[in-house]
């Protein structure tokens, strides 16, 4: 998925224009103003993946993060975990991801909560990232690699940025059996546009270019509960929130995520974690 035309198509499966008046929107609903606004009231709508903050916190807390880590972003989407990550560890994060409306949104988002000094997120692909060799001393990606069909590739570009001894921790959607995945997905309108990968698949892109695999885990088990949690506090009674993935994803969201449960359900896919070191 590395050539322009699969690009472009990527990045206008994610667009959304007037992204950042949508979410400022929300921001006045819930009673706030953007002097105001906090990454916590954020998160919503910022946190793009299975699990959301509790997921992102879970695997940062893996990481070993400190004030002194210059941290990667990869596909960082509106920036909800690198802010978050800075915020929290008081580093430095910078970002990449493909969609030109995830990036100026998610730059205008760290100007509000009072970032933008040590969060940048850039518009790259992950196969060719802005930056120079041994740059990053961590680096992480939440759900990206469902988009790239060359993982190996990606793997290598994170090594080149990455100091030896740095870890890399993943959390993708990965496939974990045979079987029919139904589509649309968050990630993927059709089959052709998705790359889901299993996690030996992974496990071997990241030994063949230099990392050490450290740890697995399989998460089925968290998003079924977090998906659940999701609809017993939904009412078809009341307007939706005030900010959400419906602000990203409008009414696409619903056969989108449908369609991810029942296979997640049914085990053919799972949100997977991987933390894998870089040779020294």
């Known amino acids: 998925m590395d050539k322009t035309s699969d690009r472009s198509n990527l990045s206008d499966h994610y667009a959304r224009s007037g992204l950042i008046d949508a979410i400022e929107n929300g921001v006045v609903r819930m009673g706030k103003a953007i ?3 906090t990454i916590d009231d954020l998160a919503a709508v910022d946190e793009f993946h299975i699990g959301g ?3 992102t916190e879970e695997l940062m807390e893996q990481l070993g993060i400190d004030a002194s880590d210059h941290v990667l972003d990869v596909g960082c989407g509106l920036g909800g975990p690198a802010r978050f990550v800075a915020d929290r560890y008081q580093c430095r994060v910078s970002g990449v991801d493909l969609t030109l409306d995830y990036v100026a949104t998610g730059n205008r988002l760290c100007e509000w909560v009072g970032l933008n000094d040590r969060v940048k997120l850039y518009q790259s692909t992950a196969l060719s990232l802005p930056f120079q060799q ?3 001393s961590a680096a992480y990606m939440l759900h990206v690699g469902m988009n790239i069909e060359d993982k190996e590739r990606l793997c290598l570009e994170v090594a080149r ?6 870890l890399f921790a993943v959390y993708d959607v990965m496939r974990m059996a045979d079987g029919e995945v139904s589509y649309p997905l968050p990630w993927a309108t059709t089959r052709e546009s998705s790359a889901l990968g299993s996690p030996q698949c992974y496990r071997r892109a990241l030994e063949h270019t230099g990392f050490e695999i450290l740890s697995e885990r399989n998460r089925r088990d968290f998003a079924l509960a977090y998906f659940e949690g999701l609809r017993s506090r939904a009412s078809p009674a009341t307007d ?3 900010l959400g993935l419906h602000t990203l994803m409008g009414d696409r969201r619903q056969d989108q995520i449908k369609n991810m449960i029942a ?3 049914k085990g053919v896919i799972a949100p997977v974690e991987l933390f ?3 040779a020294r």
């Open 276 to 278: 894998a070191r870089k």
């Open 134 to 136: 041994w740059n990053f």
């Open 263 to 265: 296979s997640i359900s």
């Open 35 to 37: 002097d105001t606004v």
């Open 161 to 166: 940025v990455l100091r030896p001894g740095a």
């Open 53 to 55: 903050r509790r997921a």
């Open 240 to 242: 939706p929130a005030p």
